[in-house]
């Protein structure tokens, strides 16, 4: 599976921005999805997970209530809802999937999109 992030951009803070991942192939509907992101000089870190069907879905606390992560399986795409945007979500944005349930560390995703970067301005 090849992902594609995008949708990133400049926003106010306060404002909201959507990025989305679509996915290749036909297999990409029986994938989990997490998003992580990584400002300069920081660790990657999760953001937030949904699994293959769009049932179970898991949030950062950091996120938690600003974000929504959702997917669309006829697209082959996963969407990141971000509303309440501050400062500190400025970040490149990486989507990552895996043949398998949820998980939230990056080593135990194998495949990578290429980044949307994201950033709010004060």
């Known amino acids: 599976v090849q992902l594609q992030a995008s949708g990133g951009g400049l926003v106010q803070a306060g404002g909201s921005l959507r990025v989305s991942c679509t996915g290749s192939?036909?297999?990409?509907?029986?994938?989990?999805v997490g998003w992580f992101r990584q400002a300069p000089g920081k660790e990657r870190e999760w953001v937030a997970a949904i699994s293959w069907s769009g049932g179970i879905t898991y949030y950062a606390d950091s996120v938690k209530g600003r974000f929504t992560i959702s997917r669309d399986n006829s697209k082959n795409t996963v969407y990141l809802q971000m509303n309440s945007l501050n400062p500190e979500d400025t970040a490149v944005y990486y989507c990552?999937?895996?043949?398998?349930?949820?998980?939230?560390?990056?080593?135990?995703?194998?495949?990578w999109g290429q980044g949307t970067l994201v950033t709010v301005s004060s």
């Open positions: 990552a999937a895996r043949p398998s349930t949820i998980a939230t560390m990056p080593v135990e995703y194998r495949n």
């Open positions: 192939g036909r297999t990409f509907s029986s994938y989990s």
